[in-house]
């Protein structure tokens, strides 16, 4: 028997591929999108503002190309859907309404930090997807800072219990994605989602069968806020996607033995 599963994402298109790959495997009791708004950034030079519009319109057109067939996938069934305005995730209504789901399992993705009023009316029960490794890289755009830093061995997904921290909680599932050589800083990026969708469908599955021991974080990784993903790092990765030191990266990381030029 499915477990009754709550959904807590946000209004993206790669929010509802999460909603819709994890609703194509079980039935979903009720899904919270949040509404969801990012910092208002103001590049310092046209240079900036150009790296800025590149990475957002590869993005967009990565993300239609990937996740949209999942708008046409037959489903289990059509989950209640609550909108959250931003921010609101941990108020008394929405508490008021998760609590009404009886859910078995909430989790998710791409939100606002979650607070105590469902952190501890739900112990053991929250989970998170984290877009990133989380004993190397906390936070927000994990599945971008590792490209930005030169780290690819970091880019993968974590499903964890979620506690008062921020992605410090104990690990259920966590992988690295593999690298291919025609990757590009978008389809890496995808990849860390597609990986995240996947393990948590292993957990759901595992925790049908009653296994839930978790693995403890044995490291703090750097964090990241929203705010620290700025036109000048956009700028950085877009040179190293033009001058083919990101394809070099990727090379090394598939080739270590070999001598690159």
């Known amino acids: 028997m499915s477990p009754n ?21 079980f039935p979903i ?39 949209a067939d999942s708008e ?21 209504d929405t508490l008021i309404s998760i609590q009404a789901q009886h859910p078995d399992l909430i ?10 009023s469902v952190l501890e009316r739900f112990p053991d029960r929250t989970l998170n997807l984290h877009v990133g490794i989380s004993g190397q890289y906390r936070g927000s ?22 506690n008062a921290g921020i992605d410090t909680g104990e690990i259920l599932a966590q992988e690295t994605i593999a690298l291919e050589e025609q990757d ?13 969708v996947d393990l948590t469908i292993q957990i759901v599955h595992q925790w049908m069968k009653g296994n839930r021991t978790p693995l403890p974080l044995e490291a ?9 993903f700025k036109p000048e790092a956009v700028s950085r990765v877009k040179e190293m996607v033009e001058g083919g030191h990101l394809t070099f990266l990727i090379r090394k990381h598939l080739k270590p033995n070999e001598k690159l030029i």
Not at 5 to 20: A, K
Not at 149 to 159: I, K, N, P
Not at 184 to 196: C, D, F, H, N, P
């Open 72 to 92: 046409t996938w037959p489903l289990k069934n059509k989950p209640r859907v609550i909108r959250v305005p931003e921010g609101g995730i941990n108020s008394a």
């Open 107 to 116: 989790i998710l993705f791409g939100t606002s930090l979650i607070g105590p």
């Open 29 to 67: 009791t009720c899904v919270f999108i949040e509404t969801l708004s990012y910092p208002e950034i103001e590049p310092s030079s046209p240079k900036d503002q150009a790296a800025w519009d590149w990475f957002f319109t590869r993005r967009g057109e990565y993300e239609t190309q990937t996740f």
């Open 184 to 196: 590009t800083e978008q389809t890496l990026m995808g990849k860390s989602l597609i990986l995240g």
């Open 5 to 25: 599963l709550v959904l807590m994402t946000g209004p993206d298109l790669r929010h509802r591929y999460f909603i819709n790959r994890l609703n194509r495997e």
């Open 220 to 228: 703090n990784g750097k964090l990241f806020l929203k705010n620290d």
């Open 141 to 162: 755009s994990c599945n971008f800072w590792p490209i930005h830093d030169e780290r690819l061995d970091c880019l993968g997904a974590t499903v964890m219990r979620i």
